[in-house]
């Protein structure tokens, strides 16, 4: 059986995070939105629960050891990486964050079996988005 995967980030203004994830082509489940927090769907078995900072803080302050939300605007606390059929495709991921409002993050990184790229969304949390061929690595591949 497939596990699931949920990612919990915390945001700043989740209208202006839906709009931008909506541009680049996510869609959220209704069932898991509200005003302080919708699901936004990876894929079947992923999806990123994008939570309002007030609401992330009541996750993280019933642990053991109370914790802070990160500032992003000044460290990295993950790095989120999906994959796309095609570099063209990342090509074209990149420039719809770039023009919905995310920021740059690293150039693209082209090893020749995979093809990468990044960008920041509107809270500064890093996307990474990435082509590899279905053969794999060539096994003198370095990374």
Known sequence: ??????????????????????????????DFTDENATCMIVNDDAFVMLLV????????????TSKAVADVSGAAEVIMSFSLDSREA????????????GAPSQEAQDYGFMYTHSFQDPDGHLW???????AGP????AL
């Open 138 to 141: 060539p096994k003198d591949a």
């Open 128 to 134: 990474e988005v990435f082509w590899m061929d279905p």
């Open 53 to 64: 900072e007030s609401y992330f803080k009541t996750f993280t302050s019933k642990t053991f």
């Open 1 to 30: 059986m497939a596990r699931q995967l949920f990612v919990n980030l915390p945001v700043k203004d989740l209208d202006k995070t839906v709009e931008f994830f909506t541009a680049l082509g996510f869609s959220f489940n209704p």
């Open 90 to 101: 990342v090509d074209e991921l990149i420039r719809k964050a770039l023009t919905a409002g």
